[in-house]
């Protein structure tokens, strides 16, 4: 059974950097694609970034100067880095698995980031 | 960038059947993929079709999807309408690599 997991501060202060890591058990990591999605609060979903076993990454050009994302094979695990916090990146934070780069086929259960001094 | 527009809300009675629709603003919506995912409260998306109208194991057949060239859209249809299919649904598709989510639909089933 595929299962994804978020980690990562609850709180981070604005102006700095967001980092969390997606733990991947029951599929290795070296195939499939890997994305991170967002949702504020009472709002609608937001694609933030993918990447590939190989390391190639597309991001959503509206934060792509502030996102990195990165893959750990040997701890079977995937990360987001986003820069330069605002409250408006206060949110809850998927990580999820895509067959291939047009759909998801597994999501994590989510984990809320909140920007605030 | 290209956007997919959804209507807020729909609301149909239990038995019945509802169609969401989402419209894409520019590029044709038979050459992207088109996928909806379900989001029940407090819990994470689900996908109940990909690529157009296929439907994940263990997805009813009571969902189904399609798109219409000359509009544009692509549509979720679900029959027989049950009270824990009450949920927002999204579409999403994508453009030279770059996915895109519809605003969300909130069905209510009364």
């Known amino acids: 059974q595929v299962q994804l997991q978020e980690s990562g501060p609850g709180l981070v202060k604005p102006s700095e950097t967001l980092s969390l890591t997606c733990t991947v058990s029951?599929?290795?990591?070296?195939?499939?694609?890997w994305s991170w999605i967002r949702q504020p609060a009472g709002k609608g979903l937001e694609w933030i970034g993918r990447i590939y076993t190989r390391g190639s990454t597309t991001y959503n050009p509206s934060l792509r100067s502030r996102t990195t994302l990165s893959i750990d094979t040997s701890n079977n695990q995937f990360s987001l880095k986003l820069s330069s916090l605002t409250a408006a990146d206060t949110a809850v934070y998927y990580c999820?698995?895509?067959?291939?780069?047009?759909?998801?086929?597994?999501w994590g259960q989510g984990t809320l980031v909140t920007v605030s001094s | 960038n290209f956007m997919l527009t959804q209507p807020h809300s729909v609301s149909e009675s239990p038995g019945k059947t509802v169609t969401i629709s989402c419209t894409r603003s520019s590029g044709s919506i038979a050459s992207y993929f088109v996928q909806w995912y379900q989001q029940r409260p407090g819990s994470s998306p689900a996908t109940v079709i990909y690529?157009?109208?296929?439907?994940p194991s263990g997805v009813p057949d009571r969902f189904s999807g399609s798109i219409d060239s000359s509009s544009n859209s692509a549509s979720l249809t679900i029959s027989g309408l049950e009270t824990e299919d009450e949920a927002d649904y999204y579409c999403?598709?994508?453009?030279?690599?770059?996915?895109?989510f519809g605003g969300g639909t909130k069905l209510t089933v009364l």
């Open positions: 029951g599929a290795s990591i070296s195939t499939y694609y």
């Open positions: 999820a698995r895509s067959p291939r780069s047009s759909w998801i086929d597994y």
């Open positions: 999403q598709s994508y453009d030279g690599g770059n996915w895109v």
């Open positions: 690529e157009h109208n296929q439907r």
